[in-house]
């Protein structure tokens, strides 16, 4: 076997292995369990006390609702201040400049949001203070976010008939405190044996090899305080403009090992941890199925055809055995940059270690695809929270198909549940179909923006456009990178507006189902009661999550990315 695809094995393998005991933690940690981590507590309760807040109150979905919404405007606008002011702050030794008003809109709703879509240049168009005290902050707090609502689902699932599901503030601390940073730590110290920059000085002068330039400067900073949370809490904004592709931000292979592992294990994990909290373990194995199946229908295919290179180059004489390598690491590979692809879209993180833009149209599309669905693992709570969409609307059509009123664990689901699953799911077609209608028609009536904004017109320029509205409404952040966003007000407020619904509103929808199915009567199971954690019930799921999304972006994709690959043959 191949040694590159050996390595990719392993680093699953890897991650499956930390995921399932760190789940059984994360499951001790939201029940309120004695756990390794119990000595932040004091901390945790000094912050309590100093903002007023009753950690112990129960709230119910909608206070819940209600919190996560207040804190995440509050957020919004401490970025907003500090990103238009970033220039005359301190903590700038490269003198960089304050950000216009649409660029720091667009960069604060995408850091609160989860999505780290960046319109600057990391290590150019911010600042140190911006990056600290702004980006990461907001980095934590987003991914604590996430996980607070996704363990107010939780608890609704576990309870029988309730409308207290514990408190939001609480499951958000102790999120940030027992989960988030202490994997940040250990993530950073590896980092920073590893040789990534961590110092307040500005850009160093280095001699260069380059004929004609004596030198050279380049930037750094304090690089390894963010990169971990960037991807342990599946945010995916870098420190440089090239991301994990700078080799200050991804050094050497075990970084790039460190970096996947990280990414993804919180998501993982969160899937275990449900069944380790509802005490359904075969659930959480179906559900890890369910996702296992249908990130491996996309990173082999993409693995394949990035292995196999471009047919247009083979023709040319020049060997491919190397694979498709344009904007591709040499240190890396083939195998690993396609694994980093799928990974990192299908689970929101949206950073890369390769260019995406110079993908095989194919892998492209197969990004995408993780991104439309959004539900194969996900981010920090909220990929747990789109799945639970999926499942609801697979319980009522199974419900339907055997003549049965719709139940899960042991509630009844009714028209409300449904109209908000249904608005929820087409929610996410609405936003990418009808922004990249819209950029269309803008393109279509002012031709001479066409080369302003687009690098690569016809077929891989029309991918680039649905690509980027996918990447915003999914939370993820990353990009065809042929597409100039940066600069332009139209990407920055149209793609800033997707990104908050996007955000929000799938978290509202699976909190709001959860809260009214827990007031619900309970109904124990009988021997008609449809079993849930089958593999029967898993592929069901599956076909739902394969339907809904053909029938809502198969046109789209049509027109880009599978238009593209049959030009080239």
């Not at 789940?23 to 004695?34: C, D, F, L, M, N």
């Not at 903590?91 to 995408?110: Q, V």
């Not at 950029?439 to 456009?465: C, K, M, Q, R, V």
């Not at 739902?544 to 080239?568: D, H, Q, R």
């Amino acid at each position: 076997m191949n040694t590159e695809i050996l390595g990719v094995i392993l680093m699953f393998v890897l991650t499956l292995v930390l995921a399932i005991p760190f789940g059984k933690y994360i499951a001790k940690v939201y029940s309120g369990e004695k756990s390794l981590l119990d000595f932040w507590v004091p901390l945790e309760n000094f912050f309590f006390r100093i903002s007023g807040i009753d950690a112990k109150r129960e709230m119910n979905w909608k206070e819940s609702l209600v919190a996560l919404l207040t804190i995440n405007m509050v957020w919004f606008l401490f970025a907003m201040f500090i990103l238009m002011n970033q220039g005359w702050l301190p903590l700038n030794p490269d003198g960089n400049p304050s950000m216009s008003a649409d660029l720091a809109f667009h960069s604060a709703i995408s850091f609160i949001t989860n999505t780290n879509m960046q319109d600057y240049s990391g290590e150019t168009g911010a600042t140190y203070l911006s990056q600290l005290i702004c980006f990461m902050f907001l980095q934590f707090v987003s991914a604590a976010t996430g996980l607070a609502a996704a363990a107010v689902v939780f608890n609704a699932l576990r309870e029988r008939t309730t409308d207290k599901l514990g408190n939001f503030y609480n499951y958000f601390m102790k999120s940030l405190t027992r989960i988030l940073l202490p994997l940040s730590v250990v993530v950073a110290i590896i980092f920073m044996v590893n040789g990534m920059p961590m110092t307040f000085e500005g850009k160093d002068t280095i001699s260069s090899m380059q004929a004609g330039n004596d030198t050279i400067n380049v930037s750094r900073g304090p690089v390894a305080a963010m990169i971990p949370i960037k991807h342990v809490g599946t945010n995916g904004g870098g420190w440089f403009g090239a991301n994990s592709a700078h080799p200050f931000e991804n050094p050497n292979y075990l970084t790039n090992i460190v970096e996947m592992v990280s990414q993804f294990i919180v998501p993982l994990a969160m899937v275990f941890a449900l069944g380790f909290y509802l005490r359904r373990r075969k659930l959480a194995w179906m559900i890890f199925g369910v996702m296992t199946a249908g990130f491996l229908c996309l990173v082999i295919p993409n693995m394949v055809f990035e292995q196999h290179g471009n047919p247009e180059i083979t023709k040319l004489g020049i060997d491919m055995g190397g694979g498709a390598m344009e904007g591709k690491e040499v240190r890396f590979g083939t195998p690993a940059s396609a694994y980093w692809s799928i990974l990192t879209t299908v689970i929101s993180t949206g950073s890369n270690n390769s260019m995406h833009d110079s993908f095989m149209p194919l892998s492209g599309m197969n990004m995408m695809l993780a991104m439309m669905v959004n539900g194969f693992y996900g981010g920090c709570g909220v990929g747990i929270l789109n799945f639970y969409i999926f499942v609801i609307i697979a319980v009522f059509i199974s419900g339907l198909m055997v003549g049965r009123t719709p139940e899960f664990m042991g509630k009844k689901i009714e028209a409300r549940e449904m109209k908000i699953a249904v608005v929820v799911t087409l929610l996410s077609a609405l936003l990418i179909k009808g922004g990249t209608a819209l950029a269309a028609h803008l393109f279509a009536d002012n031709p001479h923006w066409l080369a302003g904004w687009l690098n690569n017109p016809g077929y891989h320029g029309f991918s680039e456009i649905l690509y980027q509205f996918t990447s915003a409404n999914a939370n993820n952040g990353s990009g065809f990178s042929g597409l100039g966003a940066a600069g332009s007000p139209f990407w920055n407020i149209s793609t800033g507006i997707v990104m908050i619904l996007g955000r929000f509103l799938p978290i509202i929808g699976p909190v709001a189902i959860a809260g009214i199915l827990a007031k619900k009567k309970y109904i124990p199971e009988s021997a008609g009661t449809l079993k849930t954690d089958t593999l029967t019930f898993g592929i069901m799921i599956f076909a739902v999550i394969v339907v809904i999304t053909a029938l809502s972006y198969f046109p789209a994709l049509a027109l880009g990315p599978l238009a593209e690959y049959f030009s080239m043959h």
